[in-house]
């Protein structure tokens, strides 16, 4: 049965698929320790739920099973005519990646279904209370790198994660989590430009201009036009400098408009036709307030 599920996601698109049983995750502790040292900016939110992260019954009672997939971002690095860019994961001409992952995902749980009648299963995205990145790990995906994110040895970082939290008693055998590959290299703490990765493995999200460019309302720092460069949202420097991260195999094409063309957009023509995608996170008014940060 488990050789359906593996052939199923990968079907869909997965680049990796691995099992785990529901425990603790993995560097549990570590977690806490970072909230206690309140790295996390303004995200207060990430501190609720702290029970559900910790035990996955508690997401779905009579969990057996966890089943960690990760997707691939597109190849290509959203750029505007002009040569600005966003970061890779937002890919603005489809559905942001929660409900894509979720459309994505929803033939698994028929497949679930169907093998193992009377079992329920929760899909789960990064907004679910769920440490989807120590799942990964147990489930023997990959390994997580200084940069704090997951990398699979023969990909690298460009990827998505989803989970299935199920009521499944999938019989697998426990692949046991890769300890970290990367060596003496610190590439990706050397290229951080606001040096938000005070250390390995240990990240002030407050400083990351992934935060600051589109969860944190505050007026930016007057310096952090210069230290974005070209990118108007988010960022990718820790990852683009990853020796596990294969070039660019294709030059960049623009996927979206100049940047003067955000700047005299209106809220209704940005809804129309970015809405559903990952920038309406952001939003238009935060996107504007960005790009004008670097053409300062």
Not at 107 to 123: C, D, H, K, T, V
Request: proline share 8%; with cysteine.
């Amino acid at each position: 049965m488990i050789q359906s599920i593996i052939d199923q996601a990968k079907a869909s698109g997965a680049i990796a698929v691995g099992f785990s049983r529901p425990a603790e995750p993995l560097y549990f502790d570590h977690f806490l320790q970072w909230l206690a040292d309140e790295k996390y900016g303004k995200m207060n939110w990430i501190k609720n739920h702290l029970e559900t992260r910790r035990n996955p019954d508690l997401l779905l009672p009579g969990c057996r099973t966890i089943v960690s997939l990760a997707f691939p971002y597109p190849s290509e690095k959203p750029m505007t005519p002009d040569g600005f860019s966003v970061a890779r994961y937002v890919n603005p001409r489809a559905l942001d990646y929660h409900q894509r992952l979720r459309t994505i995902c929803r033939p698994l749980l028929s497949l679930l279904e169907n093998q193992y009648p009377g079992s329920r299963s929760r899909i789960c995205i990064d907004s679910a209370p769920i440490l989807e990145k120590s799942w990964a790990l147990q489930a023997g995906l990959g390994f997580i790198g200084k940069n704090n994110l997951l990398i699979i040895p023969e990909y690298g970082s460009f990827l998505y994660l989803a989970e299935i939290v199920t009521t499944a008693p999938i019989e697998f055998k426990e692949a046991g989590h890769l300890e970290n590959q990367c060596g003496a290299c610190t590439q990706c703490l050397d290229a951080c430009p606001t040096n938000a990765l005070e250390k390995p493995f240990y990240l002030n999200a407050g400083q990351c201009l992934s935060y600051l460019t589109i969860e944190d309302r505050a007026p930016l720092p007057p310096d952090l036009g210069v230290k974005m460069g070209n990118c108007f949202l988010g960022c990718d420097r820790c990852q683009e400098v990853c020796p596990f991260n294969k070039p660019q195999s294709r030059p960049a094409r623009p996927v979206l408009p100049d940047i003067a063309t955000f700047l005299n957009m209106n809220t209704e023509e940005f809804e129309d036709q970015y809405g559903k995608s990952a920038l309406s996170r952001a939003g238009l008014e935060k996107i504007k307030t960005n790009i004008r940060a670097i053409k300062k």
